[in-house]
C-alpha cells in the first residue's frame, strides 16, 4: 500500500480522467446543408459509438505500460487520444511533457521535397524550432543511414530508407514520452537492432513509454505494467505477467468474465470501472 | 481564444515551412516558375483593361493602374479565401495522425499569399514608375491599409475554412459569393458610379474598405479618411474575431468530420 501512496503523490506524465472518445460510423458519404436539414426530419445519417468510455488512468513518469486487447478494444484510439490527435468527447486527457508518436512515422513527409527538407519539416510538425532542428539535422542523417541520398527528393527513397528517416526524426526530438503501435518494423534487420538499441537507451533514460501490441512476448518484456483493454474500457490494470494470463484466459473464452468481487485487489487486479452492457 | 495564437508562435518553424511548400506547390512544374506571380496579375489585368476600357468608358487619368490597384486588394483577399476553402479537409490525413495547431493551415495559405501581394505591389509600382501618372507620396501609408486587408482575409479564411470542414456546400458556394462581391466591389468602376444610393449598398461588403483604401493611396495619392480607416478596421477586425471563435471552438472536431 506504501508503494500506491508515493504514486499517487508524483504529477503523473499522463493522466485520463472519466475520458470518453465517441466517433461518428457514416452511413452515407459526406456531411452536406442538404444532408443537415433531411436530417432534421428523417433522423441523423450517421451511428455515434464509443471507441473509449469513462476510462480513469494515471501514468506516472518513466513508467512502461503495455496496452493489450482485442481488436476493436480501442487501443489506438488510446494512444492518438494520449497523443492529442483525437481530442476527448468526454471526460479529460492530461499530458506533460513533449510526445514522440512513432506510430506513422514519416506520415508528415512530402515526396516532393528532399530528404533534408523532410528532416526540417518533420521536426517542425514535431513541433521543433528551426534552431532544434539544425542542431539535430547532422545526427539525424547519420542515424538514418541515407548518406548522399539525403539531397534527393523523397520519391527516390525505398521503402526502408522512409522508415528509417522517419524513426530517427522522431526519437531525436528528446521526448519525455514515447508512443508505439505495435513495436517497430522499420528498416532490415541491422537497423531493427540499432533502432531497438536506441529506444531501449530511451527507455533506461527513464522516458515514459506506451505500447500497444498483441504480441504478448514483447510487451511483457518491454513493460513494467500492463493495462488490459475491452470495448473502450479497462478491464484489467496491473502486473504484465497476471495481466496478460488473464487476457489469454479470456481470449480462450470469447469474452472477459465478469470482474470479481471487491476486495481481491492484488496486483494485477480488475479494474473496477470495467462495467460492460452486454 | 488567444491559447491558439499563442500555440502558433511556438510552432512558427511549422507555419514558414508550410508558407514555403505552398509556394512552391503552386509554382511548380511550370516553366517559368515563380515569375508567374508578377505575371498572371499583369495578363489578367491586361484582360479587364482590354475589355472594360471599350464598354465601360471609365475617364480615368490612366484606367490601367486605376484597375490594377484595387485588384491587387480584391485578388489578394478572395484567393486568401478560396484556397484556405478545402485547407482542413486536404491536410486530414495529418491531422489525424498527429497533433498540429489547425491554425497553421489556413494561416499559411493567407501568409503565402502576403507574400505574393508584395510581388504584385512591386510589380505595380515599377509600372507606375514608368507611366506618365507615377507613384504618389501616400504609397506610405500602404501598409496601414495592407494590415486591414490582411486582418479581413484572415477573419474570412478562418470562418469559412471552419465551416467547409461540416458542409462541403461551401466548397461549391463559396466561388458564387466570391464572384457576386467581385461585382460589387469598386474595382473596375469607381464607387460614386452607382449614385449616393449604390455607394451606400457597395459599402456593406466587407472588402470595399481595403480595396477603395488602397486605390486611394496607390492610385490618387489621397490619405483615406479617419471614417475609412475607423469603418475599415472595425469591420476587418469584428471579421477576424468571429473567424477565430468560430474556428476555435469547431477545431477540437475537426478531426473527426475532415
Known sequence: ?278 | MLEPLKELVRYRALLGYFVILDLKVRYRGSVLGFLWTLLNPLLLMLVMWVVFSRFARIEEDSYALFLLSALMAWLFFSQSVGRSLTSIVQNRGLIQLIYLPKLVFPFSIVGSNLLNLLFFFVAYLILAAFSDHGVPWTVVFLPAVVLMLLILSAGAALLMCSLTVFFRDFTHLTPVLMRALFYLTPIFYRPDMLGPKGEVLLRLSPVFYPVVATREVLYYGRIPGAEMWGLGYGTALLLLAVGLLVFTKTERRFVYYA
Do not use: C
Open chain 1, 1 to 278: 500500500m506504501h508503494e500506491l501512496e508515493t504514486r499517487e503523490r508524483e504529477t503523473p506524465a499522463i493522466e485520463a480522467r472519466g475520458l470518453g472518445i465517441q466517433y461518428r460510423r457514416y452511413l452515407r458519404q459526406v456531411t452536406t446543408l442538404k444532408d443537415s436539414v433531411v436530417g432534421l426530419f428523417k433522423g441523423s445519417h450517421y451511428q455515434s459509438y464509443w471507441a473509449l468510455r469513462e476510462l480513469s488512468l494515471l501514468i506516472r513518469p518513466g513508467e512502461r505500460v503495455g496496452v493489450i486487447g482485442p481488436n476493436g478494444a480501442g487501443k489506438t484510439t488510446l494512444l492518438k487520444a494520449v497523443a492529442g490527435v483525437l481530442p476527448p468527447s468526454e471526460g479529460e486527457m492530461i499530458t506533460r511533457g513533449r510526445i514522440a508518436p512513432l506510430f506513422g512515422l514519416g506520415g508528415g513527409f512530402r515526396n516532393d521535397l528532399t530528404g533534408r527538407e523532410n528532416i526540417f519539416l518533420n521536426g517542425a510538425i514535431l513541433g521543433l524550432r528551426r534552431k532544434e532542428i539544425e542542431e539535430r539535422v547532422g545526427r539525424i542523417i547519420d542515424f538514418a543511414e541515407i548518406g548522399d541520398f539525403i539531397d534527393a527528393p523523397l520519391h527516390t527513397y525505398s521503402s526502408g530508407m522512409r522508415a528509417r528517416l522517419g524513426f530517427s526524426v522522431a526519437t531525436d526530438i528528446n521526448p519525455e514520452i514515447l508512443l508505439l503501435d505495435e513495436v517497430l518494423s522499420a528498416g532490415d534487420a541491422r537497423f531493427r537492432t540499432k533502432a531497438i538499441e536506441r529506444l531501449e537507451s530511451l527507455f533506461s533514460a527513464g522516458k515514459t513509454v506506451v505500447v500497444v501490441s498483441h504480441a504478448m512476448n514483447q510487451v511483457e518484456r518491454l513493460s513494467d505494467r500492463v493495462v488490459y483493454l475491452h470495448k473502450g474500457r479497462i478491464v484489467a490494470d496491473g502486473e504484465p505477467k497476471e495481466v496478460i494470463r488473464l487476457y489469454l484466459a479470456d481470449t480462450g473464452k470469447g469474452a472477459p468474465a465478469a470482474p470479481p468481487a471487491p476486495g481481491g485487489q492484488g496486483e494485477g487486479r480488475r479494474s473496477d470501472n470495467a462495467n460492460f452492457d452486454e
